[in-house]
């Protein structure tokens, strides 16, 4: 296959776990470690906002001690040298792949360095903690949350994201398991309109049969060589 024309990428934990930070699914993962219901649903933050804070202070913290990888670096090398249209959508809610180089990255499920007030709906960057209830930089109420997608919650941008599947010629994933929709549906999307699918990941993921190819290994090593493949034309 010759150069795609354009092309839509989707990463999920997987390509984060080799900088340090915890996947969601895998034994010890951060779903053993906290119930789902009580830090990532509208529902758990009305029952006790506290926990919800701290989770997410902390998760927001634990950034300064990780790096982006050659996954992450490589994605951004695609950026700068693709010649066609790139869409890059994660499902990460660290900066791992804007420290990486990537300029462009839609964060379908929020990031853990923005603030959502829930008072004026507006976002704020965000580098500090909450769980002291400081003011909307915005409208100034003491009612931000962290702005990240939870159970129940429509994730960022589902517009663009369609529009790009459709368009796509070819559509990979990495690092994700395929057990969260919508994201998880995406494959079947582009691969109804014509696009060549395929997975990079360490196991076999849930959707792993709707890909045309699957490769399996760590993302600091598969990631590198396909965009060197795609790059090479
Ligand atoms: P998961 O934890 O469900 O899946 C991570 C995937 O990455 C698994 O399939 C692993 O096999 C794979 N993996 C692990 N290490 C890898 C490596 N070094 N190289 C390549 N692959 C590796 O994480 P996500 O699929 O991202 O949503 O989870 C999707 C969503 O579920 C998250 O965005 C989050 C979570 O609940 C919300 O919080 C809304």
Redesign the pocket.
């Known amino acids: 296959m010759g150069q795609p024309s354009s092309i839509v990428i989707l990463t ?4 984060s ?2 900088s340090g930070i915890d ?4 034994a010890g ?1 951060l ?1 053993e470690q906290h119930r ?1 219901e009580d830090v ?1 649903t509208p529902e758990g933050f009305a029952r006790n906002p506290n926990l919800v804070l701290n989770f997410y202070d902390m998760r927001r913290a634990a950034l300064a001690n990780v790096a982006p990888n050659p996954a992450h670096e490589a994605l951004a090398r695609l950026e700068r040298e693709f010649r066609g249209d790139l869409l890059l959508v994660t ?2 809610v660290d900066d791992l792949h804007e420290r990486g180089g990537s300029a462009r990255v839609l964060h379908m ?1 929020g990031e853990l360095k923005s603030a959502l007030c829930t008072s004026c709906e507006m976002r704020s960057p965000w580098l500090g903690t909450m769980i002291e209830r400081p003011a909307c930089p915005v409208c100034r109420a003491p009612t931000l949350r962290p702005d ?4 129940g919650e429509m994730p960022y941008e589902m517009g663009r994201i369609y529009q790009a599947l459709e368009a796509c010629d070819l559509f990979v994933s ?7 929709y919508p ?1 998880a549906g995406f494959v079947q999307e582009a691969r109804a309109n014509g696009a060549r699918t395929l997975e ?4 076999r ?1 849930e959707g792993s049969r709707f890909f045309h190819e699957t490769r399996l290994g ?3 090593v ?1 990631v590198p060589e396909w965009v060197e493949e795609v790059l090479a034309g």
């Open positions: 999920g934990a997987g390509i776990a080799e996947t969601f699914r895998s993962g779903w789902v990532a499902q990460n499920h990240v997608v939870w159970f990495i690092g994700t398991s395929g057990a969260v994201a990079l990941n360490l196991e993921s760590a993302a600091s598969l």
